[in-house]
Structure formats: structure tokens, C-alpha cells
């Protein structure tokens, strides 16, 4: 296909569901490069706003647009006037998520229009709203395009193509039907109203004489636009170091308002500490009566507890906000500053919670009195870490926050079963062994049993499975503690590279 869109000029593409009207509007503004052939644009400067929104619902309207300023590099006063542009001035103390249907698309429109694009591209913006609001939403995008700035969007709406000044008809198969003004389109295909095209273009398979494009309307050879200069703003482009910073700023300010994640974080180590209570009694690790199950079992849930809170912290945070973050990374957000300010707010928050975790336990006699618990803190902070990785790599992997919830016992149970505390490693057979090196939650299990002293405590002489139950663990707790750390170190930077490629491909 073949089209030239002016400067200035507002423009529909519409067609039957599966012609390609995203797919063209995708690669229109560059986020999806062409197969063969070239676009070519006048302006950089380009506004993207896809179906779904692209702003965080758990902010007030205003912080939200602020946050996306200042990612952008733009002044704040700017918002303030773009929210009046939008008629939603009296609407910026007001959370996105309770803003209407009509309200969050103009929100979004909001964050774009903040750099001043001279090109603005829109996937259905008035899908799901009801006719005010769509012709609502319509004259904006008309009042936009009379102030010089270019809008292109797809719609299955025909009162939508109608408000426009050209229209681009996609028959089946991705073949351009015809391109025009409004009125061209209904000359061309016989048609009272533009509605009727549909029906015409359902019986066509996109080669017979009723979509054909006239000639004299599509020129394959038309000359270029001259080259237009962009519309003067005061953007400064934002390092690496910068954006880390306002995405760790905006991801504390998001979870603190919501309520519903905050349940979710605060509830696992609680789950996690119920069940510390109901199936062990204190005293497990006493010199003079030690119990060797029992203390192999605490060592084992200990370290699986720092591994479980790691893991639930990390696992939603990506797939449910990737509408945000392909618009934002598609603004020049750097992958790199996205993941590490996930990071920067959730590893403290778990360091705390570890903290807690072994205080509270040893204040319920589930610890023994004496250890190197500052070992046991690096150690369980680390099997977090790791696992706050794991939890990143599969929320970026996904595709919706359901798929992550189901991946959540897939990824446990080999971390129970291959951690070497219900079956000791040097016993499992040759593939189970080497299984065991890639869970993290080995390497945390074999740290805090030397941290804990298992080995010492064992072999006192005091308990007869003492003895024979440490002969079975072999060399398990003879490693220095820095050696694991080094390791769970290691799988939290390989999970953490791993999660910054997967957001660069899918971004």
C-alpha cells in the first residue's frame, strides 16, 4: 500500500476485525518495522496511544501526568496546561482508576500530548465509550489536529471516520481499498454511508473491482513531503541514572496506594510464620535435647521463606503494567532503569521483612539461642534477591498477570524437592544432583545450616540420629558461607540481566 498523510491532518483507517489496522498504525509510527518497503516521516516527534491505558489507575491524574513529564524531560508547568487542553483541570486529585472510560483515554492522550508531538497515532480511542463521549473525545482529537499537530486512528466506529478529513479503507488480507476524504470513500464504493463499506468489503477478498484504489487518488511515486521542523519544546533528554530514579520514586508512590498488593506482600510472610507455629515446637535446636529432624526442617522453610517472599514480590510487577511500559520504553525509558528501580523499592521492603521474619522466630524459640544471625540475615536477604530476580524474569515473560499466578507453584516445587533438606544431595540420583545446582534455595539452605550451626549441633552426641543424619548431608554444611553467597549472588544478576533482554525483545 501506498499513502501520504499531510501535516495537520486528522485521518481514520478502518476495516472489517483482522484487516490490519493496528498492524498499520504500528508501523506507521515505528513500533513495528516493515517486512519491505519504507516510512518515511517528517517529525520525531511522535504521540503513541495503544487500546489499553498507558498510565498507572492507582495515582491521582495530575501525579500521574507529572511523573510522566518528568520521565519525558518536559517542564511540570506543562501539565497544567494540557489538562486544560483535555477539559479534566477540575479532575487532577482524582486517582485514574476512578475516572470514567471517556476520562482515562483523554488521560492518556494527556501523557502524550505533554512533549508536544506533531504526530499523534491512536488505536480505537473511542472503543468501549458511549457516543457523547466518544464524539467527545473526537473533537478533541479535531481541535488537536486544527492546532498543526497530525492524528491518525484506527476505529470500527463509521461516525469516528466521518469527523475526519481522509480515510484509509483496509480490505481483508491488509490490502488498501481506498484512501480519501469521507465523501470520496461513500462516491467510490457506492455507498450512502460509510457503515454500508463494511458490508461491501466483507463480500470482497480484496482484489475485485470494488476495492480497487483509484489510481488518481493512491500515487505510489508521489513526491515527499519538504521536511517540516519539529514543534519547539524544553525537553531534555533523561540519563540512565535519572530514570532509575523517578521509576523508584513512582513505583514507592504506586505501592503505597495500593492496598490490595500491599495485602498480598504483608500476607505471605504472616502464611509463612503460621505455619512455623503450627508445625514445630520451640526448643528444636537445644544443646541438651536437640531434635535433627526438626532442625533440618526449620533450616530448610527458613531459607525457603526468604526464597517465597522474594518470589511473590517479584512476580506481578511487570506483567501488569505492559501497556505503561511499551509506551514508555517506546519515549526512550531505558530497560536497564525500569528493572533496577523494581528493585531499588522491593529489595529494602524484603530486608525488612527477612529482618522480621528471623526475629520473630527466634523470640518464639524456633532459632537456637546462639549463631552467627548475621550470616543468617545476608543469607536469607540473598535468597530473597535471588528470587525477587526469578520473580522479575517470569513477570516480563509472561503475557498477564494470571499466567504469572500459575507459574508460582511450577517454580516451588523443584525448590523443595531439589534443595537437598527432604533428600539429602550427596543420596539423590546423578540427575537430581545436578538439578540441585541451578535452585537458589540450595545455596541459601546450605548457608544457614552452617550459619546455624546443624553440623555442631548434630554431631554433640546427644541425639542418636544426631550422627548418622549429618553423615547423609556429607560435605553440605562444610563450605564457607561467602562461597554461597557468592552463588546467590550470581543468580540474582543472571535473573536480573535476563529479565532487562526480555523487556528489550517484547518492548
Known sequence: ????????????????????????????????????????????????????????????LARTLRYAAALRGVPG??????????????????????????????????????????LFFLDEPTSGLDPARGAELMRTLRGLADGDTTVVLTTHNPADAERCD??????????????????????????AALDEVYGLLDGSDGTGPAVNPAPETIAAGSPPLPARPGR????????????????????????????????????????????FLVLFRPG????ADPSPEATVMIVFWVAFGGFFFGLTYGLLQICGEFAVLRRERFAGVDAT???????????????????LFLVVLRALGRLPATGDYGATFVTLLLSSAAALGLGLLISAAVSE???????????????????????????????????????????????????????????NGR???????????????????????????????????ATIAVVVRKT
Open 1 to 60: 500500500m501506498s499513502l501520504t498523510i499531510r501535516p495537520g491532518e486528522l485521518v481514520a483507517i478502518i476495516g472489517g476485525s483482522g484487516a490490519g489496522k493496528t498492524t498499520l498504525l504500528d508501523t506507521m509510527c515505528g513500533l513495528r518495522p516493515p517486512v519491505d518497503g519504507a516510512v518515511s516521516l517528517v517529525s520525531r516527534n511522535i504521540g503513541y496511544v495503544p487500546q489499553d491505558d498507558i498510565i498507572h489507575l492507582a495515582l491521582p
Open 77 to 118: 508547568n506543562t501539565v497544567g496546561d494540557v489538562l486544560s487542553t483535555l477539559d479534566l483541570g477540575d479532575r487532577s486529585p482524582v486517582p485514574v482508576g476512578d475516572l470514567s472510560g471517556g476520562e482515562r483515554k483523554r488521560a492518556s492522550i494527556a501523557s502524550e500530548l505533554l512533549a508536544g508531538p506533531t
Open 166 to 191: 481522509k480515510v484509509a479503507v483496509l480490505a481483508p488480507g491488509g490490502r488498501l481499498a481506498f484512501f480519501g476524504t469521507p465523501s470520496e470513500v461513500r462516491g467510490h464504493f457506492g455507498a
Open 232 to 275: 519547539p519544546t524544553d525537553r531534555r533528554k533523561q540519563g540512565r541514572y535519572r530514570q532509575l530514579l523517578l521509576l523508584a520514586r513512582r513505583n514507592a508512590d504506586i505501592l503505597s496506594r495500593a492496598r490490595l498488593t500491599l495485602a498480598i506482600l504483608s500476607g505471605a510472610p504472616v502464611m509463612v510464620l503460621l505455619m
Open 284 to 287: 528444636a535446636f537445644d544443646p
Open 337 to 355: 532503569a525500569y528493572v533496577l528501580a523494581k528493585v531499588v523499592v522491593l529489595l529494602p521492603l524484603l530486608a525488612l521483612v527477612d529482618l
Open 401 to 459: 498477570p494470571s499466567q504469572a499466578t500459575i507459574a508460582l507453584p511450577m517454580v516451588c516445587f523443584p525448590q523443595v524437592l531439589f534443595v537437598g533438606a527432604i533428600l539429602p544431595v550427596p543420596v539423590m540420583a546423578v540427575i537430581g544432583r545436578w538439578i540441585s545446582y541451578a535452585m537458589t534455595n540450595r545455596w541459601a539452605f546450605e548457608a544457614l545450616g552452617r550459619s546455624l550451626g546443624v553440623a555442631r549441633l548434630w554431631g
Open 463 to 497: 541425639s542418636p540420629l544426631g550422627a548418622p543424619l549429618l553423615a547423609s548431608y556429607g560435605t553440605t554444611f562444610g563450605r564457607p558461607v561467602a562461597v554461597d553467597w557468592l552463588i546467590l549472588a550470581g543468580f540474582t544478576i543472571a535473573f536480573l540481566a
